[in-house]
């Protein structure tokens, strides 16, 4: 009820659109004309579904095509992968022609920019098909269980690319690829048991946890002809994490992000492939860790974008080639703030950059921290406009050639709708309106306001109630919590968990949302009060906010619940190990030990544990079982290779020496957000059936 078209931007200015909220019999790739408006088929689907099944007839397809993983620039081709082989949809012809056929899996499949190629990791190798040709051509060829060319070890897959397998790039000219290569030799390997088949077998994966040993990457640049490697050398400083690599527009030059092991120093390099030398633009600091984000951008007129968090919120810096700060270009006590929805923990607020006028386009938190608004500014630092008009969340999607833009906008009363805007911020068109009439009758929607912590800051909220509410009456209350660093709960956007607060309200329960102070995405200063003691801090505004809530006539003091998943599980453990607040509560993987997590994220907060143990016992929850109040529910999966399950296990097992009793819900091979929709409504029950006998 909530999806909205998917589209992409091409580089003759149109759009593809697929409207996926139409039956799949009347789902189309549809053309979309900016200038004027207009929508044309650019696929005949039924004729591409009966060529897929002509060469692949084991293709799980009823009816329409799913979106492809990638679109040419020209967007006359798309690429797909079925039962680990690629395939390639000809739009104008709508058929599908085979590339491979190999008993190994691809993945990553890319076109080269020019349309002729395209790429692809085979074994931990790349590939190269020659489209014209109908020839492969192996790029790499050491790739082996431990050496990873073109596609990232887990922990670079999940903390520093944002669940993206991105590790190779091609040149602006499509004759050079620079990739990745890792060395997990030495990383530490964890195993999971599957159920099935008949004789269980065990999944391995290379996960490190702090202090351990962490993959080994570097960057080499590889011609098409198929010439040696060439390793790109970083030598001034050692560094532990390689967070970014980036052609610039003339295709002579790459930039590289690297971080060192404290996580507190980010250098920004420049790599010249004709000369071969490596410069230091600039170096990032912060006193807690710094933060990844993807807001670097080279000009066509020398200059470059950089995103730093240095004076405690996010903002844009324009730099010299030479990498001497020119000036400051946004300014204020605010933040620029990625508008999608992928991992929070990746920055990205600028949506598109006019070098001709003269505008940058960024998302922003200038007008409220629960809203995602739309702002334009001059490099100078001039200029600053508001572009979008309503409260709420507005998630940008903007032309390359930065002229219009689609706006998937939201609030906390309506469901996504997709406009179309020209880059001066007027209406040009509603692609897909919001549909209300999907909704449940007798809908309610949660009120946004402010809670205050103890030293009074303004804490945001939300609060849903009973249809019936009566101020007279006393109701049970449910905090709903996620607390990480700049991952808020709290927003003017339609949430999916609004449905599940309905049913909360409809047996009587009040449904709450608070974020605490580095939650709220604000700025970096409120996002590093984690590190002086994490669980302590986060632990302290919330039960200042429950607290403030007990004070209110209409909530029964002796029946307040928690909840909370992944890291909101392990928020949901400290309040109730922390305080005696809860009556009950549903912790839904949560990490219990950061020893037990990955090296990259834990060790972002405590550093090394050998040099800072004390910080890790005293962040532990396991000598915290002990101090438990209140019922608790456990749930994870037994296949969650982000919080591993010996996270929960542990914890139980303290529980039970300290004599502590608690329910635990399992979920068989599933990983750490599983979908499916069988377990998540075994989840959603096995929690309401847990609310009714506790609350």
Same mark, same amino acid.
């Given at each position: 009820m ?9 580089e ?9 909220r139409?039956?799949a ?5 549809e053309?979309l004309d $900016?200038?004027?408006g207009k929508?044309r088929?650019?696929?005949?689907m ?6 897929l099944k002509?060469?692949? $007839?084991?293709a799980d397809?009823?009816g329409?095509?799913p979106w492809p ?10 690429l ?5 082989d ?6 104008n012809s709508s058929?599908?022609?085979? %590339?491979?056929?190999?008993a190994a899996a ?18 931990n ?10 020839k492969?051509?192996q790029?790499?060829h050491d790739?082996s ?14 903390e520093?690319?944002?669940?993206h ?8 000219d499509?004759q050079?690829?620079?990739? %990745? ?5 030495g990383?530490p390997?964890?195993t999971f048991v599957d ?8 999944i ?6 702090? !202090?351990?040993?962490?993959? *080994? ?6 011609d ?10 970083i030598?001034d400083k ?5 967070l970014?690599?980036?052609?610039l ?10 971080l060192?092991?404290?996580q507190?120093e980010l250098? %920004? ?5 004709e ?15 710094v933060? *990844?984000n993807?807001d670097?951008?080279?000009?066509r007129?020398?200059h470059?974008?950089? =995103? ?9 810096y ?6 001497t ?8 006590e605010?933040?620029?703030?990625s508008?999608?929805?992928? =991992? ?9 950059i ?15 921290s ?5 702002y334009r500014?001059?490099?100078d ?9 309503e409260?709420?969340?507005? #998630? ?24 179309l805007h020209? #880059?001066d911020?007027?209406l040009?068109?509603t692609?897909?309106?919001?549909r ?11 009120q ?15 609060i849903?109630? $009973?249809k019936d509410?009566?101020?007279a ?5 449910? %905090?709903h ?8 709960t ?6 999916k968990?609004?449905?599940f607060d ?10 709450? =949302?608070?974020?605490?102070r ?10 590093n009060?984690l590190v002086?003691a994490p ?7 919330l039960?200042?906010g429950?607290?403030?809530l ?6 029964d003091?002796g029946r ?5 998943w992944s ?16 009556k009950?509560?549903i ?5 219990t ?6 090296s990259k ?9 050998q040099?800072?143990?004390a ?6 929850l396991?000598?915290r079982?002990?101090?438990?109040h !209140?019922?608790l529910?456990?749930?994870y999966?037994?296949y969650?290779?982000?919080v591993?399950p ?17 329910q635990?819900?399992?979920f ?6 599983f ?15 847990f ?5």
């Open positions: 909530d999806e909205v078209p998917s589209f992409v931007w091409l003759n200015g149109t759009a593809i659109l697929d409207d996926v139409l039956p019999s009347q789902q189309t790739f053309s $900016p200038v004027t929508r088929p650019v696929l005949n039924r004729r591409a579904v009966d060529s002509a060469i692949e $007839p084991g397809i009823h329409a095509l993983i990638t679109f040419d620039s020209a967007g006359k081709q798309a797909y992968i079925f039962d680990g690629i395939f390639q949809l000809d739009l058929a599908f022609s085979r %590339l491979t056929q190999t691809e993945k990553n499949p890319q076109f080269s920019p020019d349309g002729r190629f395209v790429s692809f990791v085979r074994d190798n790349i590939y190269v098909w020659d489209i014209a040709a109908r492969e051509r790029l790499t790739g269980q431990t050496t990873l060319n073109g596609t990232l070890s887990w922990v670079y897959w999940e520093v690319f944002g669940r397998d991105t590790a190779y790039w091609w040149s602006p499509s050079s690829i620079a990739f %990745l290569q890792t060395d997990e030799a990383v390997v964890s159920f099935s088949p008949v004789d269980p077998h065990l391995h994966q290379v996960y490190p946890k702090p !202090g351990e040993h962490n993959p *080994v990457v570097r960057v080499g640049v590889i098409l002809d198929g010439s040696s490697t060439h390793w790109i050398p030598t050692p560094y532990e994490w390689l970014r690599v980036n052609w527009p003339d295709g002579k030059h790459l930039s590289l992000k690297t060192d092991h404290s507190r250098r %920004l390099y420049l790599y010249d492939r000369g071969e030398d490596v410069k230091r633009l600039l170096t990032e600091t912060d006193p807690a860790w933060n *990844v993807d670097l951008y080279f000009l007129d020398g470059f974008l950089w =995103a730093s968090e240095r004076d405690g919120f996010m903002h844009l324009r730099y010299a080639a030479d990498g700060l020119v000036n400051q270009v946004t300014k204020g605010w933040a620029i703030v508008s999608h929805g992928g =991992a929070f923990w990746v920055h990205q607020g600028v949506v598109g006019d070098g001709e006028k003269d505008w940058i386009y960024f998302t922003a938190l200038k007008d409220g629960v809203e995602r608004q739309l500014i001059h490099g630092g001039s200029g600053l406009t508001r572009l979008s008009a409260p709420g969340t507005h #998630a940008i999607g903007m032309s390359i050639d930065a002229k219009y833009y689609f706006d998937e906008y939201s609030n906390i009363r309506t469901l996504p709708a997709l406009r020209t #880059a911020g007027e040009k068109a692609i897909a309106a919001p209300p009439e999907l909704l449940p009758p007798g809908m309610r929607y949660p946004l306001m402010t809670i205050p912590a103890a030293d009074g800051f303004p804490m945001p909220a939300q849903l109630k $009973p509410f009566d101020p009456r006393r109701y049970p209350m449910i %905090l919590v996620y607390g990480g660093p700049s991952a808020p709290v927003s003017d956007s339609w949430q968990e609004t449905l309905n049913v909360l309200a409809s047996r009587g329960y009040i449904a709450v =949302a608070i974020d605490n580095a939650a709220t995405a604000i700025s970096k200063t409120l996002e009060t002086a669980g302590a801090g986060e632990t302290a505004d039960v200042a429950i607290r403030w007990k004070s209110q006539p209409w909530i003091g307040v619940g928690v909840w909370g890291g909101g599980g392990t928020v949901t453990l400290n309040l109730m190990t922390r305080s005696q607040e809860f009950a509560g912790a839904g993987a949560p990490v030990d950061w020893r037990f997590y990955d994220w834990g060790e972002s907060f405590l550093k090394l544990p040099d800072n143990p910080a890790y016992d005293s962040a532990s396991i000598p079982a002990r101090d438990l !209140g019922d529910m456990l749930m999966g037994t969650d290779d982000n591993h010996q996270n929960e296990e542990a914890f139980m097992n303290a529980l039970i020496a300290a004599g502590k009793p608690y635990v819900e399992l068989p091979m599933r990983k750490h957000g979908v499916d929709i069988p377990a998540l409504l075994q989840r959603y029950n096995a929690m309401l059936a609310w009714e006998k506790n609350l």
